[in-house]
């Protein structure tokens, strides 16, 4: 984020859990591995299934 970084995603597919970093905001945890991420304004339409994410 200290270099300019708009959205950085970090994806613990062990603990399932991804944590959401975005400048001046608190980091948004999400637990599971059941839905999508959305790269949304920076990204438009672009979506992760975090469900292809392999768990093993």
Known sequence: MENGCQLA???DRFDEQVFIY???KEVK????MGGQ???DPL???FML???LIDQS
């Open 9 to 11: 995603w970090l994806i």
């Open 22 to 24: 975005n400048p001046g």
């Open 29 to 32: 945890i999400i637990k599971g």
């Open 43 to 45: 990204f438009p339409g």
């Open 37 to 39: 991420l959305s790269g």
């Open 49 to 51: 299934d975090l469900s």
